[in-house]
């Protein structure tokens, strides 16, 4: 019997002072719970609107936005997504018994890259504020758009039309016959997943999933915020990059893991 292994993806949180954070305590009480021998986290984990250039200068919503709070937000909060995963890894190695010693990967997202282009063109601040100031201990952290593979599943915070640079959309099968394997990706809100079978009994999955945040976001308006929200599990995932799919809304984990 081939081995399986198990897989957990962390969409986009888009942490910044003052939204609530709940969610971050039971995705950790989830990681220990199911012990994913891959543990991948999307990027977007901090959102940096300090650095956005969406937000005008002078505006009452750009007042009082600082880089360093933005900074402090996203690392309190992954210090928590990460304490109870590291402190089981210890337990169970002083109890001498299975260990757990998962593959952990840092994808940074496109909210991230926006402190080094805010930098770029700020560069009084060169020196001052860096994406090494964003702390992701003992993870593996994978520049903006890397697509890095684990067991057959290309992971990537979102997948680029070589053309135009921005992320391929439309449906699961128009993505499968553009990137060309199975996927995982964030940066989109809500819940996209399909298999799609190819000639000599070939199939690849697509997903994408790029919200996991309990806030609503303005710029939406009050209609575009109640997509699905949640993290996923990928189960049973064998030779060819084929598993189960698990997602686990927001809801469940909130009841289930706080």
């Not at 609530?20 to 891959?38: C, F, G, L, Q, S």
């Not at 940096?48 to 690392?75: F, Q």
């Not at 599943?153 to 997948?159: D, L, P, R």
Request: charge should be neutral; glycine fraction near 10%; hydrophobic fraction near 35%.
């Amino acid at each position: 019997m081939t081995d399986t292994r198990r897989h957990m993806w962390i969409p986009d949180t888009q942490i910044r002072p003052g939204v609530p954070t709940e969610h971050i305590d039971a995705a950790a009480n989830a990681i220990v719970h199911y012990k994913p021998d891959v543990l991948v986290v999307a990027g977007d984990w901090w959102d940096m609107p300090s650095c956005s250039r969406w937000m005008e200068k002078g505006t009452l919503e750009r007042e009082g936005a600082r880089i360093r709070a933005d900074l402090d937000a996203g690392n309190e909060a992954f210090g928590r997504l990460v304490k109870p995963m590291y402190a089981e890894c210890a337990r169970l190695v002083q109890g001498k018994r299975k260990r757990w010693d998962p593959i952990c990967d840092f994808h940074f997202g496109n909210h991230e890259d926006r402190l080094d282009r805010y930098v770029n063109n700020n560069p009084e601040l060169q020196g001052m504020f860096s994406r090494e100031q964003m702390l992701t201990p003992g993870f593996n952290r994978h520049e903006f758009l890397t697509i890095v593979e684990r067991d057959g599943i290309s992971y990537s915070h979102y997948f680029a039309n070589q053309l135009s640079g921005r992320s391929i959309g439309g449906t699961i099968p128009n993505r499968l016959n553009k990137i060309g394997r199975t996927f995982v990706q964030g940066h989109e809100q809500g819940f996209l997943y399909g298999v799609q079978q190819y000639p000599g009994k070939v199939t690849r999955s697509g997903l994408v999933a790029g919200s996991f945040y309990m806030h609503d976001e303005k710029y939406r308006g009050l209609q575009s915020n109640g997509e699905w929200r949640g993290v996923v599990v990928l189960n049973e995932v064998r030779e060819g990059g084929k598993y189960d799919i698990m997602p686990l809304t927001m809801d469940y984990l909130l009841r289930k893991f706080i």
